[in-house]
């Protein structure tokens, strides 16, 4: 059974930093591309960024491109979202998610199969 479990959300000053992680468990980590996606209220779940099996390609939403950055430790079976230069539009919950058959990282929704249950960031004026 494939689960994903976010960690690291809270309540931040705008300008700050935080890092997001994401365990995950019951699958072959290393075969599979990774994705953060986020949900403010009463808007779309959207594309945050993706990296891929290696972890040697990465992609990100133009709004969070230079502030955010995607890592992941195959060993660890963990992926990160670091945080840098937080605004308040960036409110929302975060979500992971796997992609389990494409062979290039995807910003579609529809491509991530598993889903991790979110993780709340609020940021602080």
């Known amino acids: 059974q494939v689960q994903l479990v976010e960690s690291g959300g809270g309540v931040v000053q705008a300008g700050g930093s935080l890092r997001l992680s994401c365990a995950a468990s019951?699958?072959?980590?290393?075969?599979?591309?990774m994705g953060w996606f986020r949900q403010a209220p009463g808007k779309e779940r959207e594309f945050v960024a993706a990296i891929s099996r290696s972890g040697t390609i990465t992609s990100y939403a133009d709004f969070v491109k230079g502030r955010f950055t995607i890592s992941r430790d195959n060993a660890k079976m963990t992926v990160y979202l670091q945080m840098n230069s937080l605004k308040q539009d960036d409110t929302a919950v975060y979500y992971c998610?796997?992609?389990?058959?494409?062979?290039?990282?995807?910003?579609?929704?529809?491509?991530?199969?598993?889903w991790g249950q979110g993780t709340q960031v609020t940021v602080s004026s």
């Open positions: 998610a796997a992609d389990l058959d494409r062979a290039s990282p995807s910003s579609y929704r529809i491509a991530y199969e598993r």
């Open positions: 019951g699958l072959s980590f290393s075969s599979v591309n």
